[in-house]
């Protein structure tokens, strides 16, 4: 049996809806989405594999959460990424009305992305919503992100026609270069992503807060290599934490506001609820990237 460590976080979700017409608003074909986990392709292990486990789990999720008061994460987006054949589903955080931040291994062999801002309840028709679609033209994946060790794994979108500002649609903060490593503090995920290992994806948008660990706790289940100065860990004990469907959605803290600081990477692939912890790319290692990737 193949022996893997880490698990891609990306997973088929439920539909989202349009409040205006556009090519970009075309119904989605949600028979030909599934878990980007059960891709060809998706991950190749890492050379820190230590367990046996299912070579295709079906871990997942917002774990030990809550649903979010609606519309109270005006920068959340998520994001149906059209493969050849199949879509899978990612989050991500709207950094400026013209560019969306997420995770790299979320456009691994993607064709197009359609982005929903404004949404709380994705399987209904909400007039808060704004639609783009964006071919791979505006993708800015980082050119040394990794799928074998998941090294840099951050991504921008590009968006033609800017989202417009609203009570329901904003863009949030990042941390600047200089910013502390949050060691110690309490750190909200919030997203899509499955309701509890093995079911579906959540409708609604969903959250839960997690205490930032220091690296070297993590770098004890996944090594040195994929555990770096520009990742963040969080601590998942009682099987709280983030999951497939939450990929590339936003880390944030409460300073001075929202403040994001992290993107969703990886977690361990023996389930989300499994207590190991969950790995997010840290947003002040990238700064210099991401100034140059904004358009």
Same mark, same amino acid.
């Given at each position: 049996?193949?022996?893997?460590?880490?698990?891609?976080?990306?997973?088929?979700?439920?539909?989202?809806?349009?409040?205006?017409?556009?090519?970009?608003?075309?119904?989605?074909?949600? $028979?030909?989405?599934?878990?980007?986990?059960?891709?060809?392709?998706?991950?190749?292990?890492? /050379?820190?594999?230590?367990?046996?486990?299912?070579?295709?789990? =079906?871990?997942?999720?917002?774990?030990?959460?809550?649903?979010?008061?609606?519309?109270?994460?005006?920068?959340?987006?998520?994001?149906?990424?059209? +493969?050849?054949?199949?879509? $899978?589903?990612?989050?991500?955080? +709207? !950094?400026?009305?013209?560019?969306?931040?997420?995770?790299?291994?979320?456009?691994?062999?993607?064709?197009?992305?359609?982005?929903?801002?404004?949404?709380?309840?994705?399987?209904?028709?909400?007039?808060?919503?704004? =639609?783009?679609?964006?071919?791979?033209?505006?993708?800015?994946?980082?050119?040394?992100?990794?799928?074998?060790?998941? +090294?840099?794994?951050? /991504?921008?979108?590009?968006?033609?026609?800017?989202?417009?500002?609203?009570?329901?649609?904003?863009?949030? =903060?990042?941390?600047? /270069?200089?910013?502390?490593?949050?060691?110690?503090?309490?750190?909200?995920?919030?997203?899509?992503?499955?309701?509890?290992?093995?079911?579906?994806?959540?409708?609604?948008? =969903?959250?839960?807060?997690?205490?930032?660990?220091?690296?070297?706790?993590?770098?004890?289940?996944?090594?040195?290599?994929?555990?770096?100065?520009?990742?963040?860990? !969080?601590?998942?004990?009682?099987?709280?934490?983030?999951?497939?469907?939450?990929?590339?959605?936003? +880390?944030?803290?409460?300073?001075?506001?929202?403040?994001? !600081?992290?993107?969703?990477?990886?977690?361990?692939?023996?389930?989300?609820?499994?207590?190991?912890?969950?790995?997010?790319?840290? !947003?002040?290692?990238?700064?210099?990237?991401?100034?140059?990737?904004?358009?």
């Amino acid at each position: 049996m193949k022996l893997l460590i880490l698990a891609i976080f990306a997973i088929a979700a439920a539909s989202a809806v349009e409040n205006y017409d556009g090519p970009e608003w075309q119904p989605i074909d949600w $028979s030909k989405v599934v878990p980007a986990s059960e891709l060809p392709s998706t991950w190749e292990g890492t /050379a820190y594999e230590k367990f046996a486990i299912n070579p295709n789990p =079906r871990t997942s999720r917002i774990v030990g959460g809550y649903e979010v008061v609606p519309h109270s994460h005006q920068y959340q987006v998520y994001l149906v990424v059209q +493969l050849l054949i199949f879509a $899978s589903t990612c989050g991500g955080s +709207l !950094i400026s009305h013209t560019v969306v931040l997420s995770a790299a291994h979320c456009f691994t062999n993607a064709r197009s992305v359609t982005i929903v801002a404004g949404a709380h309840n994705i399987q209904q028709i909400e007039p808060t919503q704004q =639609r783009r679609s964006v071919d791979a033209t505006g993708f800015r994946v980082h050119p040394e992100y990794n799928r074998v060790n998941v +090294l840099n794994d951050i /991504a921008t979108i590009i968006v033609p026609t800017p989202f417009v500002p609203d009570a329901f649609v904003q863009v949030i =903060r990042i941390a600047p /270069a200089n910013a502390p490593s949050f060691v110690g503090f309490t750190a909200q995920s919030t997203g899509w992503g499955r309701v509890a290992d093995g079911q579906t994806g959540s409708d609604v948008l =969903r959250g839960v807060t997690n205490t930032i660990i220091n690296n070297s706790i993590c770098a004890e289940t996944y090594g040195n290599v994929s555990i770096n100065p520009n990742v963040i860990c !969080i601590d998942t004990t009682g099987g709280r934490g983030v999951c497939q469907g939450d990929s590339g959605g936003p +880390l944030t803290v409460n300073e001075n506001g929202r403040l994001q !600081i992290g993107v969703v990477s990886f977690g361990h692939s023996s389930g989300c609820q499994s207590g190991f912890p969950h790995v997010f790319e840290r !947003i002040s290692s990238h700064r210099d990237w991401l100034d140059r990737n904004m358009s």
